[in-house]
């Protein structure tokens, strides 16, 4: 008589259907879930061989209506060391410009039978949409000014790394300085900072900050208010692609009141962290010193990029929220 043995056979991705869109649907305890799966995919990636079998036999899309260095990269690397398959999509070069539609796009593509697609469009709530249209998963890797999650993740991420010993954010402070009203980074570091307890604190001239802003999050136009006791400080580039107009009376003037300076700085908690999501415009938002000085941690937050994107395809795709 033949032994039987009991094969757990992994539900497919595509009757599963999680997303990540952005925080509204994520507990803190399924955030910090996360982390510690990111924590298990930092060491992997420590070791000589930086691979693991986790993701075998699934497919991620990497669909790209916007450009990206940072964010495309890092997800096919995710994908790769957990030995997915990756298919790509750059809108330019493709059938776009012929004349197909985002709708003919998505399902052109997803005849391909990809488990998850990692999403980037400018327009605002086209992951939404695109999720209504395929059974695979959906992360959202920058929608407009509306949402970019895995970069607030990976930017916690950091934090929680360069901070070791506290458990969550409660009396910590985040402020975020430069073109808040354009940022889909500022909308998801909001969102997932005040959702683990820290404050928000939002700095720029009027022109570029929103008019309102959610309880709990304060608004300062003074760089030095906003700055302090910080223990993160995220400065932002000005993006000019999402401006209708200027909303700049003058570019200098904006550098002598928001770029961040060591004498800026100086009010800060003294073990703060100086963090930019990228593209940086060197001695516009930030003076060269201070990205390549000893608190920037703008590298690691790339770095640690990958390892949070390991843990968000592998908690999509076969983990548990
Ligand atoms: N931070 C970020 O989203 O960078 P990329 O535009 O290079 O992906």
Request: glycine residues 6%.
């Amino acid at each position: 008589m033949m032994a039987t043995v009991d094969i757990e056979i992994p539900t497919p991705a595509r009757e599963r259907k999680r997303n990540l869109l952005d925080f509204a649907d994520w507990s803190v305890a399924e955030v910090q879930a996360l982390f510690e799966t990111a924590d298990v995919m930092a060491q992997v990636l420590t070791r000589t061989i930086k691979k693991v079998p986790a993701l075998q036999g699934f497919t991620v899309g990497t669909l790209f209506f916007e450009d990206s260095t940072r964010t495309r990269l890092s997800f096919e690397r995710a994908a790769r060391a957990q030995s997915a398959d990756v298919i790509s999509f750059a809108a330019g070069g493709s059938s776009l410009s012929k004349g197909e539609s985002l709708k003919d796009t998505l399902q052109t593509i997803d005849q391909m039978q990809a488990d998850l697609y990692v999403v980037r469009h400018p327009a605002a709530g086209a992951p939404s949409q695109i999720a209504r249209w395929t059974d695979a998963a959906i992360v959202n890797a920058g929608d407009g000014r509306r949402a970019h999650p895995t970069q607030a993740l990976l930017d916690a991420y950091t934090f929680r790394q360069r901070f070791p010993g506290f458990d969550d954010f409660r009396g910590k402070r985040l402020a975020i300085v430069g073109d808040v009203m354009h940022s889909r980074v500022a909308r998801s570091n909001v969102e997932l900072w005040r959702k683990l307890g820290g404050e928000v604190v939002l700095c720029g001239p009027p022109t570029l900050l929103p008019p309102q802003v959610a309880p709990g999050v304060h608004r300062s136009h003074r760089l030095a208010e906003a700055l302090e006791g910080a223990h993160a400080v995220m400065t932002l580039r000005l993006q000019h692609e999402r401006m209708a107009s200027s909303l700049l009376p003058s570019l200098a003037e904006y550098v002598a009141r928001y770029q961040l300076t060591e004498r800026a700085l100086a009010g800060a908690h003294p073990e703060a962290l100086v963090m930019h999501p990228g593209p940086l415009n060197r001695d516009v938002e930030i003076a060269t010193e201070i990205a390549d000085g000893p608190r920037s941690v703008i590298h690691a937050q790339v770095a640690n990029g990958v390892p949070v994107r390991m843990a968000v395809l592998y908690t999509l795709l076969v983990g548990k929220r």
